[in-house]
């Protein structure tokens, strides 16, 4: 082996392929290896026939054939798949070469793999990368992690083959996001705040299909206006491009033919789960994912709408109002409540930042996500904008461009909920976030009671408005008696 290689790649699936692809075509020499050498045999002689492929079929000779420093970038399943083939890399491995990992690892194992690997005399980059087989393909958005030291090591290549951004299209969605797992818990916020878009657009096609009325053709013609509006984003365009689609098996659409259970692998229950840990209410994506478990009890839902009523019988038409005026009511609840599910995805950025000592640019972490991944839209620009206005920004709701988008938005966005609400249609997205805005913008909440309440049963103590320290209260001695 000339070990002339710039880069190495382990994991031929459909991603691995497309990401070594991507790779190659920047002008790059990439070795790649899979523990199934057929699926190396099969890549070199089609897809990569005729490029700067070097086919490997064990992994000394895939490491023999990298220039140093060496980079290997692995893309398998997650879990004890990637700790296996670390342990199978490390004694043919030397000082100063890179380990990275690019799936769609939980951010505590990076957290364990950076320090780990390092201990060895190796460097570790745990990536994030988003944008599905095509953006694999032709430019990813990447947030890397992992050991400091790795970053310009990996930063030509990671950069070279990101989406570009900006008005030349020359702004890299690639940068150092921080230490050890950072790249991985910022990949995972974005999945979260991705399982919260895909929600929330979710219930808006449900309030126009439903409530409005309008057929697929109506709803292509909605959702290509909307591409044109501030919710400019690729969930939106691929939206619109799904109720085009004619059923190829049959008569009508095929989105009408899709049984209505919806999968997930994971990443946005990791975030939810998180945010619990540390304290922050990342309420869409919460409710998006209970969304998904529910849609998957189809037969459960089957059973119950046989016997469960209702709500009485409306005339939607009064109910919905002008068509035209409902859905412009339908888009800004839908912008109102994207705001709300981004500024809870900052917030809990911001909280595992400080608990975890990372020195994140939520800025940065925006342009990002401006191209190459799922959650692409403009949108995404006035965060950045947010953020170099106040790197510390508390909450995006506070920043005077969302302010005004809400309170623009906001009689709409309640509209829409209460026209669900009559109608019996649900919309657990629209309505969190609706109730989380209302949440943050009061300056009291019910809580004293919740605490009054842990203090009689429990204990628990209570602070007082009217002056300082902690209290506890014998409830029961201090109750007055019932009157007669």
Not at 207 to 231: H, I, Q, T
Not at 264 to 284: E, F, H, R, Y
Not at 290 to 298: I, P, W
């Amino acid at each position: 082996m000339a070990g002339d290689c710039d880069f190495g790649l382990i994991g031929l699936a459909v991603m691995g392929e497309n990401l070594a692809l991507n790779v190659e075509s920047r002008g790059y020499k990439v070795a790649v290896y899979n523990r199934t050498t057929e699926k190396v045999d099969e890549f070199i002689a089609g897809r990569a026939a005729g490029k700067q492929f070097v086919g490997c079929h064990n992994l000394a000779d895939f490491v023999k054939s990298l220039a140093r420093p060496r980079k290997v970038m692995m893309l398998v399943k997650a879990g004890p798949a990637v700790d296996d083939l670390i342990e199978q890399l490390l004694p043919l491995l030397e000082s100063g070469d890179v380990i990275i990992d690019g799936g769609n690892t939980h951010y505590a194992d990076t957290e364990r793999r950076t320090k780990y690997v390092e201990s060895k005399g190796l460097l570790f980059c745990g990536c994030g990368v988003s944008g599905g087989e095509e953006g694999a393909l032709k430019g990813p958005s990447m947030m890397p992690g992992g050991s400091e030291a790795s970053w310009p090591i990996v930063k030509p290549i990671f950069q070279a083959i990101a989406a570009k951004v900006g008005p030349n299209e020359d702004i890299p969605c690639c940068e150092w996001v921080g230490p050890r797992g950072a790249g991985h818990y910022v990949k995972m916020v974005h999945n979260g705040i991705e399982y919260g878009d895909m929600q929330l657009i979710c219930e808006a096609y449900l309030m126009l299909k439903e409530a409005a009325g309008l057929s697929n053709a109506e709803l292509y013609d909605v959702f290509a206006e909307w591409n044109r509006s501030e919710l400019q984003s690729y969930l939106i365009e691929i939206s619109r491009d799904i109720f085009s689609v004619a059923d190829p098996e049959g008569s009508g659409e095929l989105v009408d033919k899709i049984l209505d259970m919806a999968g997930a692998k994971g990443t946005g229950k990791w975030m939810s789960q998180l945010a619990l840990d540390l304290g922050v209410p990342s309420t869409l994506v919460t409710t998006a994912v209970y969304a998904r478990s529910l849609s998957s009890q189809k037969e459960e839902r089957v059973r119950a709408a046989k016997v469960l009523p209702a709500p009485a019988a409306a005339n939607v038409a009064e109910v919905v109002g002008d068509r035209a005026a409902f859905i412009e009511a339908v888009r800004q609840a839908l912008y109102a409540s994207k705001i709300c599910s981004y500024a809870q995805g900052f917030v809990q950025l911001q909280a595992a930042a400080k608990e975890h000592d990372w020195p994140l640019n939520f800025g940065d972490c925006a342009l990002l996500w401006r191209g190459g991944c799922i959650i692409r839209a403009q949108f995404l620009d006035r965060i950045k904008e947010a953020f170099d206005e106040d790197a510390k920004l508390e909450n995006l709701l506070l920043h005077p461009y969302f302010r005004e988008a809400i309170a623009n938005g906001q009689a709409a966005w309640r509209h829409v909920v209460n026209v669900a609400t009559t109608l019996g249609l649900p919309v657990p997205a629209f309505s969190t976030a609706l109730a989380y805005y209302d949440s943050y913008r009061r300056e009291f909440l019910p809580a004293n009671l919740l605490q009054a309440q842990r203090d009689y049963f429990g204990a628990h103590t209570y602070k007082r408005i009217d002056r300082e320290g902690t209290f506890h209260t014998e409830w029961l001695d201090l109750r007055k008696p019932p009157q007669d």
